[in-house]
């Protein structure tokens, strides 16, 4: 039997340097707690700032009781806003549309968190079409030269799908059609109501929720897109590992928290039922949607 001896010098060389690679080790998987003393979570959104606050508050409440870190809620005003505040720390945690985050990770600027499931029980949705019940339009081939309002140029529903939809059927819709935008899903509604645009086009699941709050009556739906992402929380590429994995967890188990069920029904106004895990797969439906649509960048 042979022993290996070492001398004591070593051995404290030795000790030291394994001391050295854990302190380092906690230090980075606790870097969070003494670097960031609070949380920005950033809400793009159409809506008035003043409802973004209202419809999150007990969110980032939640949040910020899970982590013991106060979370605020900003509210930019467009992707590039956001993009820049994302890679200058001033915003921390987002919540967009697949569409958005897709640009985002792909300029190195985003992480997924958990990927939103929504009301209908899907992490897809399919964006409707819809014209005045007494318009002569029944097929969308018959929009050709007409005002179609889609919501947003950064829109999922609101644009990516549609437009892609609308070129997959031989129509292109920058060529072919007037595209306004709206802004909103109310304007939207109101727009084809009012006679201002021949047809328009949101979220199947925003439109449902929409008809609760509005008499569509007098809308009918003409197509509904392929399938698109639904909405992801995600992170700046930069925060630290260790709270992400952390934050993933809290806001994947709020289901099987009683407070965190009673914040997710106050998100379903949002058609959010709950957050799953997130699978990258699902990119392949945007860059699909990105092709067809033919859209640049």
């Not at 809400?43 to 700032?49: A, D, K, T």
């Not at 549309?97 to 997924?112: C, D, E, Q, T």
């Not at 437009?163 to 059927?169: D, G, I, K, L, P």
């Not at 007037?178 to 009012?194: A, G």
């Amino acid at each position: 039997m042979f022993f290996l001896r070492i001398e004591p010098r070593l051995t404290k060389v030795v000790s030291s340097y394994i001391f050295a690679f854990v302190f380092i080790f906690v230090l980075s998987n606790n870097s969070y707690s003494s670097e960031l003393k609070e949380l920005n979570l950033g809400i793009l959104s159409l809506s008035p700032p003043s409802k973004i606050y209202k419809n999150w508050k007990p969110f980032a409440q939640y949040l910020s009781s899970k982590l013991d870190m106060k979370v605020n809620i900003i509210a930019p005003r467009g992707f590039g806003k956001l993009k820049n505040m994302a890679e200058n720390k001033q915003v921390d945690l987002f919540y967009v549309n697949s569409h958005i985050f897709y640009r985002l990770k792909k300029s190195g600027k985003a992480v997924p968190i958990a990927q939103m499931y929504n009301i209908a029980d899907s992490t897809t949705s399919q964006s409707n079409i819809f014209v005045r019940n007494d318009s002569n339009i029944s097929d969308i081939s018959q929009l050709k030269g007409k005002t179609f309002a889609f919501v947003s140029p950064m829109g999922a529903g609101g644009y990516l799908a549609p437009r892609a939809f609308m070129y997959e059927h031989g129509i292109k819709t920058k060529q072919q059609t007037i595209e306004i935008f709206t802004k909103n899903l109310t304007n939207s509604i109101y727009d084809v109501l009012l006679g201002k645009a021949d047809a328009a086009t949101m979220c199947g699941v925003n439109y449902q929720l929409m008809s609760k709050k509005l008499d569509t009556g007098e809308l009918k739906i003409i197509a509904s897109s392929s399938k698109y992402p639904e909405n992801v929380l995600a992170a700046r590429s930069n925060l630290p590992t260790s709270l992400l994995d952390k934050i993933r967890t809290i806001v994947i188990s709020m289901p099987d928290d009683s407070h965190g069920k009673e914040v997710l029904t106050t998100l379903n106004k949002m058609k959010i039922k709950k957050f799953i895990p997130y699978d990258p797969e699902i990119e392949k439906l945007t860059e699909k949607l990105l092709r067809s649509g033919e859209f640049s960048g």
